[in-house]
């Protein structure tokens, strides 16, 4: 034995550190959005974090205006009483609503940062490397859809 001993590394934002949306909606933690989406370590200031979050949250929030009428109207004030089938420990709709929104941000973030999700040598091949920004886009979309209950391609004959 040679006596190292590992210590685990800080968080990037403080244990804890949540942006609030609509008291309807759940609240986002930064660690588990930078620790899910894989996004700036802690290269990323956390103020800029937080802004990019607030504004998928606003999005995704006016995306789903009306269907958050509907189940407020049937007697639901918090989307984890949405009815919904289980995933672990939550719902189906809290789990596609925090992938829209972290999405939206990644997608923001990814716009304004693109050096984030890359090393140095892979810098330069960030469109083989992973999603683009258009694919968290498309997340997002896919996932609003989702929690609207309807398909999720359009088509347009000419």
């Keep these: 034995m040679t006596g190292f001993i590992s210590i685990p590394p800080e968080p ?8 609030l949306g609509e008291e309807f909606w759940p609240a986002v933690d ?16 956390d103020a800029r974090l937080t802004e990019a979050l607030q504004v998928a949250i606003a999005d995704v929030q006016e ?13 639901y004030d918090t989307l984890a009483t949405v009815p919904s089938p289980p995933i ?9 609503w925090r992938r829209a929104v972290y999405s939206y ?20 091949q960030s469109e083989a490397m992973g999603p683009s920004v258009g694919d968290h886009r498309r ?4 996932a609003i859809r989702d929690i609207l209950g309807v398909g999720r391609s359009t088509v347009e004959l000419i």
């Design 63 to 75: 995306d789903l205006a009306d269907w958050r009428a509907t189940q407020e109207a049937a007697g």
């Design 139 to 142: 997340n997002a979309l896919h």
């Design 12 to 19: 990037a934002s403080p244990d804890g550190t949540m942006v």
């Design 30 to 45: 930064l660690n588990h959005f930078r620790d899910t989406m894989r996004i700036g370590a802690s290269t990323i200031p």
């Design 105 to 124: 941000a990644t997608a923001d973030l990814s716009e304004t940062h693109q050096d984030i999700t890359a090393t140095a040598a892979g810098a330069g």
């Design 88 to 96: 672990g420990a939550e719902t189906r709709l809290t789990f596609r």
